[in-house]
């Protein structure tokens, strides 16, 4: 059964990753998507938006359709997709290079889980990565 990382490794992951590629980022400021990109955003990630359907920068961010354009390292791909569709998310995020793969609260895939940590990805599920960076970490990184 798959177990999240603990406190002090989730807070050490969001301390030393940089760059957050966000599938499945809506370009509607209204959208949760949208909202905690700003927010990682502002607390000074830098912000890679992953939908094939954005044509124009986001939050000032070149859009890709998949991971594995970004040309860049991938520390968190942040996971905005319904849970059966993870597992290609998963599959891209292990050959881009990424450190970690981080689902939102309400997607959970186990089949992709084991897939990305067999691969040496980090592997958070089922969890907001808004609130774990306001509750591990504070206003500070």
């Not at 990805?121 to 206003?139: E, Q, S, T, W, Y």
């Amino acid at each position: 059964m798959f177990q999240n990382p603990s406190d002090q490794e989730r807070a050490r992951l969001l301390k030393d990753a940089k760059n957050i590629a966000v599938v499945g980022m809506s370009d509607n400021p209204e959208r949760t998507s949208y909202m905690i990109a700003e927010a990682l955003q502002r607390a000074g990630y830098r912000i890679f938006p992953v939908n094939p359907n954005l044509k124009e920068p986001v939050l000032g961010e070149k859009p890709y359709a998949s991971l594995t354009e970004i040309t860049e390292p991938i520390d968190i791909v942040n996971v905005f997709r319904r849970s059966e569709f993870v597992m290609p998310v998963a599959e891209e995020a292990v050959k881009a290079g990424a450190k970690a793969i981080w689902m939102q609260e309400g997607v959970i895939n186990e089949e992709a889980a084991r897939l990305a940590e067999e691969n040496g990805l980090i592997v958070v599920m089922d969890r907001c990565i808004k609130v774990d960076h306001a509750i591990l970490l504070g206003a500070g990184r």
